[in-house]
């Protein structure tokens, strides 16, 4: 018997509308009790006993038995040979997917990432200067799928940016082969992404152990000043509790598509992009306004009879029915006002005139603007970066991207002249603040 998803039909309209729309966007981001001391125990441990603790997580957790984390490091001879082996297409797909990648984040280094200074009327030099990271950590989830667009994803910001040293970790949880030797299963198409992007060192290792020897550093594994990339439970809560060691890209929530509708879209389209994110997993949320009744008809349809036709039914029909929302508004406008309080991950506008409604929508991690613009082509090949805020953090945060990789000093150069200026001012504010020193330092310099 195959699944049926049943998303919620909600109305604008109707009196209980708010109460039930709260219910369906509300999701708990609270880690598991359980968890959280599990992962302070694993931090406190590799802290304390780095490569050993590490090598004994990997053997319990992956399955992986190594006599040194030397023995977990991929080199750049391995990654060069998992690029060579890949079929062609998947080659020709990966740099396809790259170059569109790095352009897109080179053209972002020149509009944000440049240092800049200024002299004032007094001679002064006011600026500010932008530098690269030297060593950035990059999480690349595995296990029970492989992601080579997370290696590009976060990888090549980083080396556009000008970091100096980039360093993956990816779980390959071990199973038997022909032979029935237990072996780390190693993804030909991240090791292929790896060498693509520019990493510059890889370990097979995951979890809370991967991030705590990227924070606090091992004999083998040098400490990193920041670390990005996804992963599960005990990665989100070690991200959560390493950061202030180390700068982290974000926490991480389910995955969201919101789909804003006029009706010119066929319903087969917006149904299978409905499907995309809820794919992921059943705590994924896929969300349409639309102020078109019958159309909405068509979308419930559309997934009905798509939905036997996919290979993550099950996942799909639960995510939709626990999380899914098939939303009826009064208007466009209206559904720009509801997108802006979900400030989702990813933004269709799936409408015959996108760039109408675009200039209304303020909150949302990506937006795909028109029909043709499907989420997945965000996902992998379209050049802006997938790692997104989620949860509704796109009100105040943004995608991953080159600022990310970089650091910004103040340049203050204060000419003679301006000391004359901004010494009274300085002496003023000083004393007002009870600070006879900072006042004497301003006083000192004064003709």
């Not at 595995?142 to 000008?162: D, F, H, R, T």
């Not at 237990?182 to 991030?211: C, E, M, P, W, Y």
């Not at 996804?230 to 991480?252: E, L, Q, S, T």
Request: proline share 5%.
């Amino acid at each position: 018997m195959h699944p049926r998803a049943f998303p919620a039909r909600l109305s604008t309209t109707d009196a209980a509308f708010e109460k039930q729309f709260q219910a369906r966007l509300h999701w708990s981001g609270d880690t598991d009790a359980a968890i959280e001391g599990r992962v302070a125990d694993i931090l406190a441990d590799v802290q304390r006993r780095g490569d050993a603790a590490v090598l004994e997580y990997t053997a319990r957790f992956d399955g992986v038995v190594a006599d040194s984390l030397h023995a977990l490091e991929l080199t750049q001879a391995e990654l060069q040979a998992a690029f060579d082996a890949i079929p062609a297409k998947q080659r020709d797909a990966l740099q396809a997917a790259a170059a569109r990648v790095r352009a897109y984040h080179q053209a972002q280094l020149q509009a944000c990432g440049q240092s800049w200074s200024y002299r004032d009327e007094e001679g002064s030099l006011l600026g500010q200067k932008v530098t690269p990271l030297d060593r950035v950590g990059i999480y690349v989830p595995g296990g029970k799928a492989a992601y080579p667009s997370s290696v590009l994803m976060n990888a090549i910001p980083a080396q556009v940016a000008g970091v100096g040293e980039i360093i993956m970790v990816v779980p390959t949880p071990a199973r038997k082969d022909a032979s029935g030797t237990t072996q780390g299963d190693k993804n030909s198409l991240v090791l292929a992404a790896a060498h693509l992007a520019g990493v510059t060192r890889a370990f097979t290792i995951g979890g809370a152990q991967a991030i705590a020897a990227l924070a606090y550093g091992t004999a083998t594994i040098a400490a990193v000043h920041k670390i990005t990339g996804p992963g599960n439970a005990y990665v989100a809560a070690a991200k959560r509790r390493v950061f202030g060691r180390v700068g982290i890209d974000m926490i991480a929530g389910p995955s969201e598509i919101l789909v804003l509708a006029d009706g010119s879209t066929p319903p087969d389209w917006v149904a299978m992009d409905l499907f995309s994110q809820a794919e992921h997993d059943e705590l994924a949320q896929s969300i349409l306004l639309c102020p078109d009744a019958s159309y909405i008809d068509q979308v419930q349809a559309s997934i009905e009879r798509l939905l036997p036709t996919m290979p993550r039914a099950a996942t799909i029909a639960r995510s939709l029915s626990d999380r899914g929302a098939l939303i009826y508004t009064r208007s466009m406008e209206e559904a720009c006002e509801i997108s802006n309080r979900i400030a989702p991950e990813h933004l269709e506008v799936s409408s015959r005139d996108p760039h109408r409604w675009e200039p209304l929508l303020r909150h949302a991690g990506a937006i795909f603007l028109g029909a043709y613009t499907s989420e997945s082509l965000g996902d992998y090949c379209a050049g802006p970066n997938h790692v997104l805020p989620t949860s509704g953090t796109a009100r105040f945060s943004s995608p991953l991207g080159v600022y990310d990789f970089q650091k910004r000093s103040s340049l203050i150069e204060v000419s003679a002249a301006g000391a004359q200026v901004l010494g009274p001012i300085a002496i003023e504010l000083a004393q007002g603040e009870g600070l006879a020193a900072h006042a004497c330092a301003a006083a000192l310099r004064l003709k």
